[in-house]
């Protein structure tokens, strides 16, 4: 059977349909137990006869969820990625920052009743300062989860991305596994180990900087700062941008080179009429395991990835719509200075999202191109 790979989805679901029955082109499928720390009921795949096992085998038993339960249910696949539900998230954080909008609805409580009697500049003074304390120490504890996470994903990319170069070598595609444990593995340690290095100090001068101009009575400085943050968002979304182009052009030419040498070999099989007919039906029924070892790897990496970045994400999210239904119920009481210092905390969680969502989004990117898209 010769295989296309340029036909990546349809040619994957075949051979997961195939790997279901237990044989593909000659190489045995026996299923393995899964790991402690794996989703119960995902088991992993591993084909006997193919080279180097002993390296990427580690990476499929760590996925969360395994090939098969890709093919046969996408969506309960993607449900057995999130540790817990939904509304176990949404109540860990409403339970960080309780604190925070009790402090805000008494705030509001003592302007309504004594409008009359006080003066409103000094309670919206005291409710925006208030506010931003409380709400200080878990904005930084959610940026040092996200340090720490970024620094578990770069140890495990410098371990993954080398043996997943090696199988897409292996395979035939020489230009791919370079550009994988090269451009692309740079670009990904770099930018985590960025993330780690300066969004906790970039978030503590932020903060500080909202709160010294919300607080004051210069009602521009607080635009200002909401600018500031905003900027460096759309900095962050042209960024990942320019990143997706230059990482589209390289797997672009690394497929061109790959299957220009791929038609190479077999001219130059074909050339000799019984024995490169021999060689070419081996090597075919090689590159088919290969392809299957490509697309489960490529599939537990995302897998094992994806169940940690949710958790991660959705608490940011979480985080992001408190603090703008906060935003809308300070507008509603009056309180303007709060309602900016809370307009800035926002605009800084929106960074932290656009950064992770940064990271995950090209790893994501450039992995499903390498298995779907292959030259070998």
């Given at each position: 059977?010769?295989?296309e790979?340029?036909d990546?989805?349809?040619?994957?679901?075949?051979?997961?349909?195939?790997a279901k029955?237990?044989?593909?082109?000659?190489?045995?499928?026996?299923?393995?137990?899964?790991?402690g720390?794996?989703?119960?009921?995902?088991g992993?795949t591993?084909?006997?006869?193919?080279?180097?096992?002993?390296?990427?085998?580690?990476?499929?038993?760590?996925?969360?969820?395994?090939?098969?339960?890709f093919?046969?249910?996408?969506l309960?696949?993607l449900?057995k990625?999130?540790?817990?539900?939904?509304?176990?998230a949404?109540?860990?954080?409403?339970r960080?920052?309780t604190?925070?909008?009790?402090f805000?609805?008494?705030?509001?409580?003592?302007s309504?009743?004594?409008?009359?009697t006080?003066?409103?500049?000094?309670?919206?003074?005291?409710a925006?300062g208030?506010?931003?304390?409380?709400?200080?120490?878990?904005?930084l504890?959610l940026a040092e989860?996200?340090?720490?996470?970024?620094?578990?994903w770069?140890?495990?990319l410098l371990?993954?991305?080398p043996?997943?170069?090696?199988?897409?070598t292996?395979?035939?595609?020489t230009?791919?596994?370079?550009?994988?444990s090269?451009f692309f593995?740079?670009i990904l340690?770099?930018?985590?180990?960025?993330?780690?290095?300066?969004?906790?100090p970039?978030l503590?001068?932020?903060l500080?900087l909202s709160?010294?101009?919300?607080i004051?009575?210069?009602?521009?400085?607080a635009?200002f700062?909401?600018?500031?943050?905003a900027l460096?968002?759309?900095?962050?979304?042209?960024?990942?941008?320019?990143l997706?182009?230059?990482?589209?052009?390289?797997?672009?030419?690394?497929?061109q080179?790959d299957?220009?040498?791929?038609r190479?070999?077999q001219?130059?099989?074909?050339s000799?009429?019984?024995?490169?007919?021999?060689?070419?039906?081996?090597?075919?029924?090689?590159?088919a395991?290969?392809?299957l070892l490509k697309?489960?790897?490529?599939?537990?990496a995302?897998a094992?990835?994806?169940?940690e970045?949710f958790?991660l994400y959705?608490?940011?999210v979480?985080?992001?719509?408190?603090?703008?239904?906060c935003?809308?119920?300070c507008?509603?009481?009056g309180?303007i200075?709060?309602?900016?210092?809370?307009?800035?905390?926002?605009?800084?969680?929106?960074?932290?999202a656009?950064?992770?969502?940064?990271f995950?989004?090209?790893?994501i990117?450039?992995?499903?191109?390498l298995?779907?898209?292959?030259?070998?």
């Amino acid at each position: 059977m010769k295989i296309e790979y340029g036909d990546g989805l349809r040619e994957c679901k075949k051979m997961l349909m195939m790997a279901k029955a237990g044989k593909r082109d000659g190489y045995l499928l026996e299923g393995m137990a899964c790991p402690g720390g794996c989703v119960a009921g995902a088991g992993t795949t591993t084909l006997s006869g193919i080279p180097g096992a002993e390296q990427w085998q580690p990476y499929l038993e760590q996925s969360p969820v395994s090939i098969s339960d890709f093919a046969d249910a996408p969506l309960d696949a993607l449900k057995k990625l999130f540790h817990g539900s939904m509304a176990a998230a949404l109540q860990e954080t409403l339970r960080g920052s309780t604190d925070a909008l009790l402090f805000l609805l008494l705030a509001a409580l003592l302007s309504f009743l004594t409008s009359e009697t006080t003066n409103g500049e000094l309670l919206d003074l005291i409710a925006a300062g208030g506010g931003g304390v409380l709400l200080w120490s878990k904005l930084l504890t959610l940026a040092e989860q996200l340090c720490a996470q970024m620094g578990e994903w770069r140890g495990f990319l410098l371990g993954f991305l080398p043996v997943y170069a090696g199988v897409l070598t292996m395979g035939g595609e020489t230009a791919a596994g370079s550009a994988a444990s090269g451009f692309f593995l740079t670009i990904l340690c770099f930018l985590a180990q960025c993330l780690t290095a300066f969004v906790r100090p970039l978030l503590q001068c932020y903060l500080a900087l909202s709160m010294a101009c919300c607080i004051s009575t210069d009602h521009g400085l607080a635009a200002f700062c909401q600018s500031t943050g905003a900027l460096l968002r759309q900095a962050l979304h042209w960024a990942g941008k320019f990143l997706a182009l230059l990482l589209g052009l390289q797997r672009v030419t690394a497929l061109q080179l790959d299957r220009a040498a791929l038609r190479t070999g077999q001219l130059l099989a074909g050339s000799v009429p019984i024995v490169g007919q021999t060689l070419s039906d081996v090597s075919e029924a090689f590159l088919a395991g290969i392809q299957l070892l490509k697309s489960g790897l490529g599939l537990a990496a995302i897998a094992f990835l994806g169940a940690e970045f949710f958790p991660l994400y959705l608490g940011i999210v979480f985080q992001l719509a408190l603090l703008c239904g906060c935003s809308l119920f300070c507008s509603l009481t009056g309180n303007i200075r709060c309602k900016a210092l809370l307009d800035c905390f926002a605009e800084a969680v929106r960074c932290m999202a656009a950064a992770t969502a940064l990271f995950f989004g090209l790893f994501i990117m450039e992995t499903v191109f390498l298995f779907l898209a292959g030259g070998g």
